[in-house]
């Protein structure tokens, strides 16, 4: 998750970190006295001073960036700099963000993913990426046949980085959840990320853009119908040989 234009509601309210109205987003879903403290000492030693509430999504009556099975992701403020805050959630499968961190760090050693401006045991501070998620971008936004395919193209040649770093991203199926579109696109979340089981971000991600499902679909009002064979051939070789040649062959699939 992070912070998307289309996720930030005009109604946008800054609080000091110590606000009792953010207390239920601090410490969300349950709220424990220690835990909420321990994270308002993290907050100040990443500098955060203050949270942007502003959103679609609500969370205990107030409007945040994102949610979702780990955490939740809001607008902060470091000082000057506004950043995107995920806060691990008090339920969550896993007692600190470590191994999020990690892999978001191998993504970003790639060019991949927002920036990581700093951690701790219970948030991740990164870069704050405005844009439009991609299934916005590709209903609303009048693209072209040639900047559908750069995009797809582009998209794609950032799984292939993954892929050769040896890290899955692990949801990049549902790219609708992953993938913000800014001046390129970036993506996103690696909470269920993994450097041992085999990459598969290519082949996913072609999937969701090229064969199945509801961005497909408005991919080739755009761009036009695929050769679906071809695409199925090319991600199968692929899928066994993850060679720069076959990923090109991935790409002339393409309807340019």
């Not at 939740?72 to 805050?85: E, H, R």
């Not at 499902?213 to 080739?220: D, L």
């Not at 991935?250 to 309807?255: D, E, G, Q």
Request: hydrophobic share 40%; aromatic share 6%; net charge positive.
């Amino acid at each position: 998750m992070t912070l998307s234009q289309q996720n930030v509601s005009f109604l946008d309210e800054e609080l000091d970190i110590r606000s009792p109205r953010l207390i239920p987003i601090i410490s969300y879903p349950h709220f424990l006295e220690s835990e909420y403290k321990d994270r308002i000492i993290e907050m100040e030693s990443l500098g955060i001073t203050s949270i942007i509430l502003g959103g679609k999504t609500i969370v205990n009556g107030a409007h945040i960036a994102g949610k979702g099975c780990v955490g939740i992701v809001v607008k902060a403020k470091a000082g000057s700099k506004l950043c995107a805050l995920k806060i691990r959630r008090t339920d969550a499968d896993r007692k600190t963000m470590d191994n999020e961190v990690r892999f978001h760090k191998i993504a970003n050693s790639t060019c991949i993913g927002p920036n990581l401006e700093g951690h701790t045991k219970n948030l991740i501070a990164m870069e704050l990426v405005t844009g439009q998620s991609i299934i916005d971008w590709v209903v609303g936004y009048k693209a072209t046949k040639s900047k559908m395919c750069s995009l797809a193209a582009a998209i794609l040649e950032q799984c292939f980085s993954l892929d050769e770093a040896g890290l899955d991203h692990g949801e990049l199926s549902r790219l609708t959840r992953h993938v913000i579109v800014s001046d390129k696109p970036y993506i996103i979340d690696f909470e269920s990320a993994s450097t041992t089981r085999k990459t598969c971000n290519v082949t996913a991600a072609a999937q969701s853009l090229l064969l199945y499902g509801i961005i497909a679909n408005k991919v080739k009002k755009i761009m036009g119908n695929t050769d679906k064979e071809k695409v199925i051939q090319a991600l199968r070789t692929y899928k066994h040989f993850h060679t720069r040649a076959n990923f090109d062959a991935i790409l002339r699939s393409l309807p340019i």
